[in-house]
């Protein structure tokens, strides 16, 4: 599965992506340095070069090339001992063959999330470190979690999982004297968190971060993820992998409330039990028995990332 079939599948997602609308005075602060940002052209070129089937390796090696910081990261990420195997590597064009087109493009969407949170001011850094960990840590969850469930994506789901909180990102660097008055990075979520933010500043997370999709030309099943994560059931295209975040969401909040990966309980992963609903045999008593491990295992990919 790709990004591009699970598209086919939220024609009434594609249909809204227009008509997010924040309110004034929303938008007034969103665009008080300027108009409100988009992700640069390199990311949103890179996620629509990774879906066509006819992409050649040369035309993504090229794409890379224009950036040298994103050059150096991608061959320092190929070179690191989760994929090189010891054996080093001096080529851009044999660092995407090893690591493969889509996590090159989850590469570029880090590197680009990165340089939209360096619009936080250093006061801030401690915010900044706290999303970023969170962001890799649900993206490389979402990716254990659709190899052990059999759920059939492709990399989409480390894209989604690296993209979902974005809109926290937004609000965090657009709302910075505010932000812990609706957002103290507790890690302990529910869907009412976004009635709270609603109540202090008139919008949420998600509407944000679906808006800043929406108009970066993200994907539409990107944008519904991102819209409804904390409400899984909401979802009205590709609900198993909006399912699929939420559940990896809830997972990765434990290691950051807690700094540990022991004792998670999948019992209460709202995640997992929609996937069950939507016919994914045993999902919770599934992971229940490999919580542990896969939080160790994102906490190092989450670790390697944060060096890009």
């Not at 590197?111 to 999303?131: A, D, F, V």
Request: charged share 20%; proline share 4%.
């Amino acid at each position: 599965m790709s990004l591009q079939t699970a598209a086919a599948s939220t024609s009434s997602a594609a249909d809204t992506t227009n008509l997010f609308l924040l309110p004034p005075h929303v938008q007034q602060r969103l665009e008080a340095d300027g108009p409100l940002p988009v992700l640069p052209w390199l990311a949103v070129r890179a996620v629509k070069i990774s879906e066509d089937p006819d992409c050649s390796i040369n035309e993504f090696v090229a794409l890379i090339g224009r950036d040298v910081s994103l050059l150096s990261g991608i061959l320092s990420f190929a070179n690191s001992v989760f994929y090189s195997g010891g054996k080093p590597i001096s080529n851009v064009r044999q660092a995407v063959i090893r690591l493969g087109m889509r996590t090159c493009r989850n590469l570029i969407l880090t590197s680009c999330i990165s340089s939209l949170m360096g619009r936080m001011s250093m006061k801030q850094e401690w915010i900044r470190e706290s999303l970023a960990r969170h962001g890799y840590v649900t993206a490389a969850v979402c990716h254990a979690l659709n190899q052990r469930l059999l759920l059939g994506y492709d990399g989409e789901e480390f894209t989604a999982g690296l993209v979902h909180d974005i809109g926290r990102t937004l609000l965090a660097s657009c709302f910075s004297d505010e932000f812990q008055e609706f957002d103290g990075l507790t890690f302990e979520e529910s869907s009412a968190i976004v009635d709270h933010e609603f109540s202090i500043i008139g919008t949420s997370h998600t509407e944000a971060g679906a808006c800043f999709a929406a108009k970066s030309g993200l994907p539409p099943v990107l944008i519904e993820v991102i819209r409804h994560h904390h409400n899984p059931d909401h979802a009205t295209g590709d609900r198993r992998l909006v399912a699929l975040v939420a559940a990896a969401d809830d997972i990765a909040n434990h290691l950051q409330r807690f700094d540990t990966p022991e004792n998670y309980d999948t019992s209460t992963n709202k995640g997992l039990i929609l996937l069950e609903r939507l016919g994914v045999t045993n999902a919770v008593t599934l992971i229940s028995a490999d919580a542990t491990e896969i939080l160790k295992d994102a906490d190092a990919v989450a670790g390697n990332m944060a060096k890009l």
